[in-house]
């Protein structure tokens, strides 16, 4: 079984400020994990997607995440926020052969940028 | 690529009344997905296909949903009778084997009256 849990269903940051949101994950086969964003009233675009290859990933838009075995986590950072950057984000994970198997998806977290 | 596309995009009806959701995956794509989100319980799984063949309808909520895949380009979701419960966005993704990544249509957002 998988699960996701994404601490902090809201987080409020300033422009330029660090951006860090969290995701800790629970799977009994190696995992494959991704962060989604969601603009309101749209789809889910992907940001980024860590696959067992480098453990450090970088997606689009400046963000980056890092997958941590021993801690079971694959938090979201970018170094400087831009009000755009406003939007919902989701932690999902998959077990192997991802395309073909379904997203476990965590409750998303809020982000607010403050001008 | 035009992406995963669904339609329509705003639904309102009334209980009882029947609702067909519509997706079209992306050319190639071999596995369909329908999502589910509302305020209490997020993102979830309601079934999906690989290669046109449902693999697990278990989050299916009851009898009056129903999906099928006719062929590789086109896939419903419908709901018979709806209930105002059944207010929320659907969501369909598609996906290449082996890709690892689902790819999202802009979702159905449903209101049932």
């Known amino acids: 079984a998988q699960s996701v849990t994404q601490l902090g269903s809201h987080v409020s940051v300033s422009e330029g400020a660090l951006v860090l949101l969290r995701c800790n994950y629970s799977s009994s086969v190696p995992p494959y994990l991704f962060w989604y964003v969601q603009y309101p009233n749209q789809g889910l675009q992907l940001l980024l997607k860590y696959t067992s290859a480098a453990t450090l990933v970088k997606g689009i838009n400046g963000f980056e995440a890092e997958f941590k075995k021993s801690e079971t986590s694959f938090h979201l950072t970018k170094p400087s926020a831009h009000m755009s950057d406003a939007a919902e984000y989701f932690c999902?994970?998959?077990?192997?052969?991802?395309?073909?198997?379904?997203?476990?998806f965590g409750k998303g977290t809020r982000l607010s940028v403050i001008a | 690529d035009a992406g995963v596309i669904q339609s329509p995009r705003h639904e309102v009806t009334e209980m009882g009344q029947e609702v067909t959701l519509r997706c079209k995956p992306i050319?190639?794509?071999?596995?369909l997905f329908w999502y589910r989100q509302t305020m209490m319980r997020g993102l979830e799984l309601l079934i999906y296909?690989?290669?046109?063949?449902?693999?697990?309808d278990s989050g299916m909520p009851e009898d009056r949903f129903s999906a099928k895949m006719p062929n590789a380009s086109f896939s419903t979701l419908k709901i018979q009778p709806s209930e105002p419960r059944d207010s929320a966005v659907y969501f369909c993704a598609s996906s290449q084997a082996g890709s690892g990544t689902q790819y999202f249509g802009p979702g159905t957002r449903l209101l049932v009256l």
């Open positions: 296909f690989n290669n046109n063949v449902p693999i697990d």
């Open positions: 050319s190639g794509h071999n596995s």
């Open positions: 999902a994970v998959s077990g192997l052969n991802s395309g073909n198997t379904p997203l476990v």
